[in-house]
């Protein structure tokens, strides 16, 4: 028989309910909420990675209240949790202070190489004071793609001597999921090694170490003795199952070059104890027979307290031991106040016609009519560059040589003494001879009148065609056109060196005009004229400047496969 409730037994639970409700409440009587935590998100997603890398973070902002314990967040499998964004692992835990404020922790997504395909997973917030927060985590793994990877580049090898060998450039192989050896192959004129020690062409990587490290591949260019010019090949990596990787390679088979000193920052001024010419003795490379090329370079640097303003006439000399003359190999002017140091050697000039008179012990004459003692310091060196000459022997006689300075050569527009200036030679060419050309250097000087329609005079301005008569009969031209001046790479200048002149230009060497016969000659004797095309002086000058002069020289080269003796040139 169920009690009915005495009042006692009533007033006891009212007075346990009071109690209870007391306890509920503040200090100031008001309701106290319970301990929380929450986060920003409900769901995180992450782009696709392949199996066994990682993601980039993704930032969770998390946020507690009135929690007096710390607070444990640990994500599911093939996700990891981080609290500053460097060190992540399976969980991390807040403590009581860090859980009462707002914090970022960073989730990201770490398939493992097993697990393919979309995976889902949760980070799980959680401790005793609260509901259990969740995130929920999804992301894709792909399935590790199977290639050959190469770690670097190779550049091109550049200049390399033929006949030697280039230092080696490096690149790494590197498996991604092998399952075969991979083997490299190499074409055109280059070698390969994985040691830098034994070069072939074909070399072999196990699959198994190179998915695992890097391993490297050493290449260099072998250029042989006739592989002149660019060169190219490839290096080809295979391996079963995955697709080729292939490596360009190039490089630039050049001529071995002898090089000798000659001039060596030489000062030539006009007094202060300095001459405007100087000779030396030089050795020079003693065999020729695998030399194709002989290049000389002329260097023009200024010495303390500056070069010389004006533009001059100057020129390199060798001796002909035979007749004891000096025949000029190269001519040039030198820049308005400034050195050639724009060019990296300098000018440039084949000297090669002069080979016979270029071998071992040689003398030199260098002239620069410079009017001042400040002038210039010149430096003259020489490359032998070897190869297969077209000819084994060459031979060089003078035919004409008007050309020591800038007004001793041939006056233009008036009458000539002919005994003074012999324009007309009889030459006879060896019955050996091969090949048979003419050289000229040829430059005009002053400034005479009647000028041209285009008020140039002559013969720095005018632009003329002189003719070669062989035999009478007009055989090569010689046009003194204009030549860009205004783009010469030595600029800028101090004076006025842009205006084309006629064939020339300050801060620039002198044009070689090389013609060669049609026929070897051999055997033969024919006449020789240089006839400057007509015009005639007033006998004024502009600016009280010089009348017209052509300062010339003129050599004939012989050729030959057996041994060849020079020309014989007479009046």
């Not at 079963?240 to 030489?266: E, P």
């Not at 020729?288 to 303003?309: D, F, H, K």
């Not at 400034?338 to 040689?362: A, C, H, M, P, W």
């Not at 000819?391 to 003494?417: H, K, M």
Request: a negative charge; proline letters at 4%; glycine letters at 8%.
């Amino acid at each position: 028989m169920k009690r009915k409730p005495t009042l006692k037994n009533l007033i006891y639970t009212f007075l346990a309910f009071a109690i209870l409700c007391t306890a509920c409440k503040s200090d100031d009587g008001t309701s106290e909420a319970p301990p929380s935590f929450s986060a920003t998100q409900s769901s995180l997603s992450f782009s696709a990675v392949i199996a066994g890398q990682v993601s980039a973070s993704r930032p969770l902002t998390v946020t507690g209240a009135r929690l007096t314990q710390s607070v444990n967040i640990s994500a599911s499998q093939q996700f990891e949790v981080s609290k500053d964004n460097t060190t992540f692992s399976t969980s991390v835990s807040l403590s009581t202070s860090e859980a009462n404020q707002s914090q970022t922790i960073y989730v990201r997504f770490a398939p493992t190489t097993a697990s393919l395909g979309e995976i889902t997973g949760t980070l799980t917030m959680s401790s005793s004071e609260f509901d259990t927060v969740q995130v929920s985590l999804t992301g894709n793994s792909l399935e590790i793609p199977r290639e050959i990877q190469i770690i670097g580049t190779v550049n091109s090898f550049g200049d390399v001597n033929v006949g030697t060998i280039s230092s080696a450039q490096t690149v790494q192989v590197k498996g991604l999921d092998l399952e075969n050896n991979v083997t490299a192959t190499v074409t055109g004129l280059f070698e390969i090694s994985t040691d830098n020690i034994t070069f072939s062409n074909s070399t072999t990587y196990d699959y198994t170490a190179i998915n695992t490290i890097a391993e490297n591949l050493y290449v260099r260019f072998i250029p042989g003795t006739t592989d002149l010019g660019a060169q190219t090949g490839t290096i080809t990596l295979t391996a079963t199952g995955v697709s080729d990787k292939v490596i360009s390679l190039s490089g630039t088979g050049t001529a071995v070059r002898h090089n000798y000193q000659t001039f060596d920052s030489q000062r030539i001024a006009f007094g202060g104890g300095f001459n405007q010419t100087v000779t030396n003795t030089y050795a020079l490379h003693n065999d020729l027979s695998n030399i194709e090329q002989i290049l000389m370079y002329v260097q023009l640097r200024c010495p303390t307290g500056g070069c010389n303003a004006w533009d001059v006439y100057a020129n390199i000399k060798v001796k002909d031991t035979d007749s004891g003359d000096f025949y000029e190999i190269g001519r040039y002017i030198t820049p308005y106040g400034v050195d050639n140091s724009q060019l990296t050697r300098g000018f440039e000039i084949d000297v090669t016609d002069f080979k016979s008179l270029l071998e071992g012990n040689t003398e030199l004459y260098a002239r620069i009519e410079t009017w001042g003692s400040d002038g210039w310091e010149l430096s003259v060196d020489f490359d032998y560059v070897e190869g297969t000459p077209d000819y084994q022997y060459y031979a060089i006689a003078d035919v004409i040589s008007f050309d020591d300075w800038s007004t001793s050569g041939v006056p233009y527009g008036t009458t000539i003494d002919p005994t003074t200036w012999d324009l007309t030679k009889t030459v006879s060419i060896p019955a050996n001879a091969e090949a048979t050309q003419l050289r000229t250097i040829i430059s005009g000087w002053g400034h005479a009148t009647p000028v041209d329609s285009d008020n140039r005079p002559c013969a720095e301005w005018c632009f003329r065609t002189h003719d070669v008569k062989i035999n009478g009969a007009n055989m090569f031209q010689h046009n003194m056109a204009p030549m860009g001046c205004n783009s010469n790479p030595v600029q800028p200048q101090s004076g006025n060196w842009t205006p084309d002149r006629a064939g020339w230009c300050p801060g620039m060497a002198v044009p070689v005009r090389k013609d060669t016969f049609s026929t070897s000659m051999s055997g033969s004797t024919f006449t020789f004229e240089y006839d400057y095309e007509d015009w005639t002086s007033d006998g004024g000058t502009t600016s009280g400047q010089t009348g017209a002069y052509y300062a010339t020289s003129t050599f004939v080269v012989v050729k030959s496969s057996t041994p060849i003796t020079k020309p014989t040139v007479s009046n």
